[in-house]
């Protein structure tokens, strides 16, 4: 089991492996008539992190799903990060999960099934911690490892956050460092020095608990997980749907542990790339380093909060209170040339 090494067996890793914004847009598109579901009160068309169906009695019920290939060697931990990041998309809505369900490919001609128990048992721990069962699954044969789950969560219909709500005039905050899309790279290009990354591993195991608490502030007024799009495109995405812009403050925003170092040493993920091309043209100029931090892929990455100025206060008493300490990246202002400006 020592000498496994996951990130062998897969053309990708996590977020990374997403198709891209410009691409998938594509992809969804549809000649097939539109059908109106009144209950469906967040679907696919304000590009939320989950579905929310209207049980008619003030609360509604989320589903999303989330998987991906293997981002680090050791089993146990790929199943821990692949879980965190799928659970994540409920809290980033506002919500409580309750369950979940595995999604799982395995190449069983290739990889021991001891192997396979282990990315399991990392996703069943995680799942432990959240306070939720994984209730069962589905498993198939194929040529590279996937592990994820599909979410089930309750969210009290007021305290939804959805992406096309927010204010001009707020603050952006964010609560994990970025980088972790150039870690995981440098991890699999075999630069990583001993210790490096220990520090994403950490940040993609933390849940995003934080959201259930946040979300219940009025002046909280759009919330997301920043994922596999990178800041950008998941900021792109909430500017887009509630007619804003914003600015994005460089130097205040907070990277990881030697991020730049492994830049200098090409660690750019594939999936850097290609959300800049799909959304580059929505963004200000900005220096390549800019572009391959802001961009990065993240797996498992923090919740992306759009805050009214006078709730900020009571917002940080919020976040402090579970350890973490935020200040302002950026703000919203009224829509201009680009969706966001980075300066």
């Not at 044969?141 to 992406?163: M, Q, W, Y």
Request: hydrophobic share 40%.
């Amino acid at each position: 089991m020592k000498d496994i090494k996951l990130t062998q067996y897969s053309h990708g890793a996590g977020c990374g492996c997403k198709i891209s914004p410009k691409l998938l847009d594509s992809i969804l598109k549809s000649n097939r008539e539109n059908i109106v579901y009144p209950d469906l009160i967040v679907g696919n068309s304000t590009k939320d992190d989950a579905a929310a169906f209207d049980l008619g009695n003030g609360t509604s019920v989320l589903s999303t799903t989330d998987f991906f290939m293997p981002i680090v060697d050791d089993p146990f931990t790929f199943g821990r990060i692949a879980a965190t990041n799928a659970i994540s998309d409920i809290y980033a809505m506002g919500g409580t999960p309750l369950m979940a369900i595995a999604i799982f490919g395995w190449p069983i001609e290739k990889l021991d099934a001891d192997v396979a128990r282990e990315v399991i048992d990392g996703g069943r721990s995680v799942c432990e911690e959240a306070g939720i069962p994984l209730a069962g699954g589905h498993s198939i044969d194929s040529p590279e490892p996937i592990f994820g789950l599909a979410v089930t969560g309750l969210a009290d219909n007021k305290h939804i956050k959805r992406n096309d709500t927010a204010e001009v005039d707020c603050e952006l905050f964010l609560t994990k460092a970025l980088g972790i899309g150039i870690l995981t790279t440098a991890q699999k290009q075999g630069k990583i020095a001993d210790g490096d990354i220990d520090v994403a591993v950490e940040a993609m195991c933390q849940l995003n608990k934080v959201g259930q608490e946040i979300s219940k502030l009025e002046g909280v007024t759009a919330l997301t997980d920043v994922t596999g799009f990178g800041l950008l495109g998941h900021l792109s995405e909430i500017c887009e749907g509630s007619d804003i812009s914003a600015v994005v403050e460089f130097d205040k925003v907070p990277t990881l542990k030697n991020v730049k170092k492994y830049l200098e040493m090409g660690c750019v993920p594939g999936g850097t790339r290609r959300n800049f091309e799909s959304y580059g043209h929505k963004i200000s100029a900005m220096t390549p380093q800019q572009q391959d931090i802001l961009c990065d892929a993240q797996t498992s990455g923090g919740l992306l909060c759009v805050v009214r100025k006078d709730a900020v206060e009571e917002f940080l008493k919020i976040t402090s209170s579970v350890g973490l300490e935020l200040t302002p990246i950026g703000k919203t202002v009224t829509r201009g040339e680009f969706l966001v400006e980075v300066v």
